[in-house]
């Protein structure tokens, strides 16, 4: 199993030569008087599982969050298949980007967040094919059936009817996931997707996860507690501390090789 495991993430580790989908380049980020994240430079290449670790607070979530454009760096650059995703260019000079700029280039991104973030009057199907229709413009026909699709992907064919007040909270987050998924992402972001879910109920999610993974071409960056699952999928694992990468590399070196003393205090508790 462990050979097979080995061999289904070497098929899919992206090769170094290939050019990031995403880059951040010292980036900087504080809140009042809070430095978050100090300098972080960070590439993540086409196709690539990254997890992100580390204490809370450590700025696991901001980091995902500027990516979605739900945060703003202080400082530095992302840059996302090679455009800059915070800055645009006008008249030869480089000013903020407008929300247009943003809603572009966001355009390549999914996110699947703790607590679901479902439309609360809106069935499961109904919630999947907004997006498509209001921001890709997609006739109705075409992203119901992309949204029928995706939820039968994620095991939910049978409930496209229900409200999400209707489901457990597993099936709740697979519908987040069936959302991000309509829109054809590049890059997926799961911020402790399941750290709000009762523990039967975490197995599922983790389930699709691993499916989406197997198929290979997104990027994916996973901010979790679940260090199984991170050294079973992650092609690569990093350790944020105080703002900083403090560790990273593949997840065996990170999670079981690694002598840092701060990651070691940090593994502990989840031995
Ligand atoms: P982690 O995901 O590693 O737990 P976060 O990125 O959520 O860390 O947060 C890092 C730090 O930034 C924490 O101290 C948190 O309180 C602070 N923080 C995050 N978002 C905000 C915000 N919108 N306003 C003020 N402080 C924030």
């Given at each position: 199993?462990a050979e097979?495991?080995k061999?289904?993430k070497?098929s899919?580790?992206p090769?170094?030569g290939a050019?990031?989908?995403?880059?951040y380049?010292d980036?900087?980020?504080?809140?009042?008087?809070?430095?978050v994240?100090?300098?972080?430079?960070?590439?993540?290449?086409?196709?690539?599982?990254?997890a992100l670790?580390?204490?809370?607070?450590?700025?696991?979530?901001?980091?995902i969050?500027?990516?979605?454009?739900?945060?703003?760096?202080?400082?530095?650059?992302i840059?996302?298949?090679?455009?800059?995703?915070?800055?645009?260019?006008?008249?030869?000079k480089?000013?903020?980007a407008n929300?247009k700029?943003l809603?572009?280039?966001?355009?390549?991104?999914?996110?699947?967040?703790?607590h679901?973030?479902?439309?609360p009057?809106?069935?499961?199907l109904?919630?999947?094919?907004?997006?498509p229709?209001?921001?890709?413009k997609?006739s109705?026909e075409?992203a119901?059936?992309?949204s029928?699709?995706m939820?039968?992907?994620?095991?939910l064919?049978?409930?496209?009817d229900n409200y999400p007040?209707?489901?457990s909270?597993?099936?709740?987050?697979?519908?987040?996931?069936?959302r991000?998924?309509?829109?054809r992402?590049?890059?997926?972001l799961?911020d402790e997707?399941?750290?709000?879910?009762?523990p039967?109920?975490?197995?599922?999610v983790?389930?699709v996860?691993r499916?989406?993974?197997e198929?290979?071409?997104m990027?994916?960056?996973l901010v979790?507690?679940e260090?199984?699952f991170?050294?079973?999928?992650a092609?690569?694992?990093i350790?944020l501390d105080?703002?900083?990468?403090?560790?990273?590399?593949?997840?065996s070196e990170?999670?079981?090789?690694?002598?840092?003393?701060?990651?070691?205090?940090?593994?502990?508790?989840?031995?």
């Amino acid at each position: 199993m462990a050979e097979l495991v080995k061999e289904m993430k070497q098929s899919i580790t992206p090769k170094r030569g290939a050019k990031p989908i995403v880059e951040y380049k010292d980036v900087y980020k504080s809140f009042g008087e809070v430095e978050v994240l100090k300098g972080l430079n960070l590439d993540i290449f086409p196709g690539e599982k990254v997890a992100l670790i580390g204490p809370s607070g450590s700025g696991k979530t901001t980091i995902i969050r500027m990516l979605m454009t739900l945060e703003q760096p202080t400082s530095g650059e992302i840059i996302v298949d090679g455009t800059d995703l915070w800055h645009m260019k006008k008249n030869g000079k480089t000013i903020p980007a407008n929300e247009k700029h943003l809603r572009e280039v966001r355009g390549d991104i999914g996110m699947v967040f703790q607590h679901f973030n479902l439309f609360p009057h809106m069935t499961i199907l109904e919630n999947c094919m907004t997006a498509p229709i209001q921001v890709k413009k997609e006739s109705k026909e075409t992203a119901r059936e992309r949204s029928v699709e995706m939820l039968e992907k994620v095991g939910l064919g049978d409930k496209l009817d229900n409200y999400p007040s209707q489901l457990s909270g597993g099936q709740k987050q697979r519908v987040a996931m069936a959302r991000a998924l309509v829109m054809r992402p590049k890059i997926m972001l799961f911020d402790e997707v399941t750290s709000a879910l009762d523990p039967e109920l975490v197995g599922e999610v983790l389930e699709v996860i691993r499916d989406i993974a197997e198929e290979g071409e997104m990027a994916m960056v996973l901010v979790t507690h679940e260090m199984d699952f991170a050294l079973e999928i992650a092609d690569r694992v990093i350790f944020l501390d105080d703002g900083v990468i403090a560790e990273q590399g593949s997840a065996s070196e990170v999670l079981e090789e690694s002598d840092n003393e701060r990651l070691q205090q940090f593994l502990y508790r989840f031995r």
